[in-house]
Nanobody, 127 residues
Framework: QVQLVESGGGLVQFGESLRLSCAAS????????MYWIRQVPGKGLEWVSR???????EYADSVKGRFTFSRDVAKNTIYLQMNNMKSDDTAVYYC?????????????????????RGQGTQVTVSS
């Protein structure tokens, strides 16, 4: 059974840092693209960062240079280090995996209903 469990959310001040974790289980961790996604209140889901099964990492323009995606294969965990945080970063953050191995799935992971996404963790940036 696939499980994705996020942790590390909280309240931070403008310009501060936070690190999110996502513990994954129930699937071959390195065979799937994985994503960090967020949802701002009243808006749709957007992907923030993603990693290919081969380890290539990409970022949305809005977080490039501030956020860092990493993974620990031994722990089956991915991380999102968020630095120099802004008010616009306030959102619920989710981790997600693709349904199929070796391919990306931007559209799937940002659907309102998607089975391979965690429950989310709230991040609030206070000015």
């Amino acid at each position: 059974q696939v499980q994705l469990v996020e942790s590390g959310g909280g309240l931070v001040q403008f310009g501060e840092s936070l690190r999110l974790s996502c513990a994954a289980s129930g699937f071959a961790f390195t065979n799937f693209w994985m994503y960090w996604i967020r949802q701002v209140p009243g808006k749709g889901l957007e992907w923030v960062s993603r990693i290919s099964n081969g380890g290539r990492i990409e970022y949305a323009d809005s977080v490039k240079g501030r956020f860092t995606f990493s993974r620990d294969v031994a722990k089956n965990t991915i991380y999102l280090q968020m630095n120099n945080m802004k008010s616009d970063d306030t959102a619920v953050y989710y981790c997600a995996k693709c349904r199929r191995m070796y391919v990306s799935c931007d559209a799937d992971v940002t659907r309102s209903e998607y089975e391979y996404r965690g429950q989310g963790t709230q991040v609030t940036v206070s000015s």
